[in-house]
């Protein structure tokens, strides 16, 4: 399985509950080696197997790279599109064309490019032996997600759907296909505004009234990749406490 932007947060969680499930685990980070190597080091102390591979996920030369490194490995029989950032904070007036580059280009022109890499894998139209994909979105997709970061919820939109249009292009190419919607879940992700302290006071607006864990995120995406999941496809799940 490989996971991308998975040094940390969500990503993490689901490396680490993959190597529990017996998958062989490239961990992706695009900075941080340390964080990354210490998935692996955790992974390998547990008894499972895993590898860290530096490349930055909107840059399409590493992304052609990280899957030509992992045929040298063996087949990939899961993909995981986790790596994303919120791309700043600021109201529309002051969006910048430089700032939807960045964000654009990892949020979602990267998560289409490693996911071409994968269906050419994956696809038994174009000899491989099937997969599964999951795509990570969040509920600011149909929210329309936090005043100031607008720009956020329109990437995660373009993932839903990319997600739905993709599954009716691979249903009968042996590829599943899905996205998970996490909701407020505590990672380091939302130190740009404020932190733990800022998103526990939000959580009294989520039904369940608390934030979630990475873990519980990482979970539903364990399912997909599952065979319990084995006629889930082209579904958009959100993990989000109702929200
Ligand atoms: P996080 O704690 O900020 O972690 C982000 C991860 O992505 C890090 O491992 C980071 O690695 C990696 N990354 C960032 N840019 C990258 C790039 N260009 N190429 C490769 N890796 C890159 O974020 P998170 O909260 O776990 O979020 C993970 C995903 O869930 C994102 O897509 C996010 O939009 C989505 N999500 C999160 C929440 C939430 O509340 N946390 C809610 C909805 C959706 P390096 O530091 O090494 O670059």
């Known amino acids: 399985m490989l996971v991308t932007g998975a040094s940390r947060g969500i990503g993490a969680e689901i490396a680490l509950g993959a190597a529990k499930e017996n998958y062989m685990v490239i961990v992706n980070y695009a900075k941080q080696a340390d964080?990354?190597?210490?998935?692996?080091?955790?992974?390998?102390?547990?008894?499972?197997?895993?590898?860290?591979?530096?490349?930055?996920?909107?840059?399409?030369?590493?992304?052609?790279?990280l899957f030509e490194q992992?045929?040298?490995?063996?087949?990939?029989?899961?993909?995981?599109?986790?790596a994303g950032i919120i791309g700043g904070q600021n109201p529309v007036s002051q969006t910048t064309a430089s700032q939807l580059k960045e964000?654009?280009?990892?949020?979602?022109?990267?998560?289409?490019?490693?996911t071409r890499e994968a269906v050419k894998r994956m696809s038994t139209e174009l000899g491989g032996i099937g997969g599964k994909i999951v795509l990570m979105s969040s509920v600011a997709a149909r929210t329309g997600g936090i005043a100031q970061e607008?720009?956020?919820?329109?990437?995660?939109?373009?993932?839903?759907?990319?997600?739905?249009?993709?599954?009716k292009e691979v249903g009968l190419a042996g590829i599943r296909v899905n996205a998970v919607r996490p909701g407020l879940i505590g990672t380091t992700i939302h130190e740009l505004h404020g932190g733990f302290e800022v998103?526990?006071?939000?959580a009294s607006g989520v039904p369940m009234g608390r934030i979630g864990q990475p873990q519980e995120v990482a979970q539903t995406v364990l399912w997909l990749c599952s065979e319990q999941a084995s006629y889930v496809h082209g579904a958009l799940i959100d993990v989000s406490g109702g929200r």
Do not use: P
Not at 199 to 202: L, M, T, V
């Open 70 to 82: 992992i045929d040298q490995i063996g087949t990939l029989d899961s993909f995981v599109a986790n």
């Open 103 to 114: 964000l654009f280009d990892i949020n979602v022109i990267g998560l289409i490019l490693c």
């Open 150 to 167: 607008i720009h956020y919820a329109s990437s995660k939109a373009a993932v839903d759907g990319f997600c739905l249009g993709l599954a």
């Open 199 to 202: 998103i526990n006071k939000w």
């Open 35 to 65: 964080d990354a190597n210490h998935v692996v080091k955790q992974i390998i102390s547990a008894g499972g197997q895993a590898l860290a591979m530096q490349a930055d996920c909107s840059k399409e030369e590493d992304i052609v790279r």
